[in-house]
Structures are given as structure tokens and as C-alpha cells.
């Protein structure tokens, strides 16, 4: 099955600099790479995706590549601000199968200091 | 906020007992995941209902069961619960899996087996 790895485990910038999260996965039918953010005691949020047809995806300060040769994708976050701290995942899946069952990294604690 | 809810929002257990979660799913979505995230750890894949079907499976025994019911709406079940069943429960409602990959998450049922 798939495997997503995901590199720092935590990260801490001070704010105005930017972030920048790395994910690798295993299997190259993966299609869908989704990142969600998760603040303490709530749900994962999704927060930018981006599909294998795509190489990047920029939403204001939040971007996403894909390296489909190289089977990994980054989360880049510029000017970061105190609110951005929280713990972000990626996680890929595939969509040949009928089923949309994300695989998730562990995850990267993110602290901004002001 | 997704329109996702899910209750309780904590639970306490313990070993041998059973539980049932609830979810209710996003309006308009007619798929609901089930993922358990352990203090740390990325959310993993428990199953998947489309349509009051189960429609995939990750790498968990029997005693998790689950439902979807007309409405969408969807129900955990865990029998003959085990100290390391302790865990974030997330559901995650979505579109036709054949076409739609984004999941929304709910806030999470915290579940304490002792």
C-alpha cells in the first residue's frame, strides 16, 4: 500500500519567513495530494490539494509542488504569521480504485514565533 | 467550518466495552471516511461508506463495524474495546468517490479506553 513520509517534525520560524514542508510517497498511481491543517483540538482542515496533472498550485501565501518523477510534494507558506502555528499533514491517494482513502504523513508541528 | 459534525466530542470507556460514533456529513455529500488518529500521529484510514455501502477498507479488524444510513448520516462502532482503541475518531464526508476527491473533516470524538 501507500506510504507518505514527511520531513521536519516540527519547525519553528520566526514571523515573516517562510515555511517549507516535504512529503515523499510511494505509490506512483497516487494522483491526489491534499494538505490539511490541524489546530489543537479540532478536525484537519484542508487548507490547498493539488492534482497529478499539476506541477504547482499557489493560493496567497500558500503553495503546493509536485515532483511525480521524483514521487514528492511540498507545502511552502511565505510571511507567516503567529495564527499559521499548528500542525500540518500531507497525504496522497489514489483514484482508480472507487474509494478516496487518504494515506497521511505524520505530520509537521509548525511554530511562528512573533 | 465544514458542516461536518460528529458526537460525542469525548468519550471514556472501558476495555471490553463497545461504542458507537456518529456522524453527520457535509449537505450534499453522500460518502463518509472514518479515520483514527492516535496522540501524534497522522489519521489512518478505517473504512469508507458510499451510498449506505462500505466501499473500502483499511487494516482494521472486524470489531470496527460501521453504517451509513439514508440521509448519509454515519455510524463507528468498535466492539470488545482495547486500551490502544484510545484515539481521535474523525469522520469525513466527500462527493461521488468516482469523481470528487476532497474529504471535509469533523471536529473528532475523543475516545479514553481504560
Given at each position: 500500500?501507500?506510504?507518505?513520509?514527511?520531513?521536519?517534525s516540527?519547525?519553528?520560524?520566526?514571523?515573516g519567513?517562510s515555511?517549507v514542508i516535504?512529503?515523499t510517497?510511494?505509490?506512483?498511481?497516487s494522483?491526489?495530494?491534499?494538505?490539511y491543517?490541524?489546530?489543537l483540538?479540532?478536525g484537519?482542515q484542508?487548507?490547498?490539494?493539488i492534482?497529478s496533472?499539476?506541477?504547482?498550485?499557489?493560493?496567497?501565501?500558500?503553495?503546493?509542488?509536485?515532483?511525480?518523477?521524483?514521487?514528492h510534494f511540498s507545502?511552502?507558506?511565505?510571511?507567516t504569521?503567529?495564527?499559521d502555528?499548528?500542525v500540518?499533514?500531507c497525504a496522497?491517494?489514489?483514484t482508480?480504485?472507487g474509494?478516496?482513502?487518504?494515506t497521511?504523513?505524520?505530520?509537521?508541528?509548525l511554530?511562528v514565533?512573533? | 467550518?465544514t458542516?461536518?459534525?460528529?458526537?460525542?466530542?469525548h468519550?471514556?470507556?472501558?476495555?471490553g466495552?463497545?461504542v458507537?460514533?456518529?456522524?453527520?456529513?457535509?449537505?450534499g455529500h453522500n460518502?463518509?471516511?472514518w479515520?483514527?488518529?492516535?496522540l501524534?500521529?497522522?489519521?489512518?484510514?478505517?473504512?469508507?461508506?458510499?451510498?449506505e455501502?462500505?466501499n473500502?477498507?483499511?487494516?482494521?479488524?472486524p470489531?470496527?463495524?460501521?453504517?451509513?444510513?439514508p440521509n448519509?448520516?454515519?455510524?463507528?462502532?468498535v466492539?470488545?474495546?482495547?486500551?490502544?482503541?484510545?484515539?481521535?475518531?474523525l469522520?469525513a464526508?466527500?462527493?461521488?468517490?468516482?469523481?470528487?476527491?476532497?474529504q471535509y473533516?469533523g471536529?473528532?470524538t475523543?475516545?479514553?479506553?481504560?
Open positions: 500500500g501507500e506510504n507518505v513520509e514527511q520531513h521536519p516540527t519547525l519553528s520560524v520566526q514571523e519567513d515555511a516535504k512529503c510517497y510511494s505509490d506512483s498511481a494522483n491526489y495530494f491534499p494538505w491543517k490541524q489546530e483540538g479540532k484537519p484542508l487548507i490547498i490539494d492534482r496533472n499539476v506541477g504547482e498550485k499557489k493560493d496567497q501565501r500558500i503553495a503546493v509542488t509536485l515532483n511525480k518523477t521524483a514521487k507545502l511552502h507558506i511565505t510571511e504569521q503567529p495564527e502555528s499548528a500540518y499533514f496522497a491517494s489514489r482508480d480504485t474509494r478516496r482513502a487518504l497521511f504523513g505524520s505530520g509537521t508541528r511554530q514565533q512573533p | 467550518e458542516g461536518v459534525t460528529q458526537s460525542p466530542t468519550l471514556i470507556k472501558t476495555r466495552q463497545q458507537t460514533l456518529r456522524c453527520s456529513s457535509q449537505s460518502t463518509v471516511s479515520y483514527q488518529q492516535a501524534g500521529q497522522g489519521p489512518q484510514f478505517i473504512f469508507q461508506y458510499y451510498r455501502e462500505e473500502g477498507r483499511g487494516n482494521f479488524p470489531r470496527f463495524s460501521g453504517l451509513q444510513f448519509y448520516s454515519s455510524e463507528l462502532n466492539n470488545a474495546l482495547e486500551l490502544d482503541d484510545s484515539a481521535l475518531y469522520c464526508s466527500s462527493s461521488d468517490p468516482t469523481w470528487e476527491e476532497t473533516f471536529p473528532g475523543r475516545l479514553l479506553v481504560l
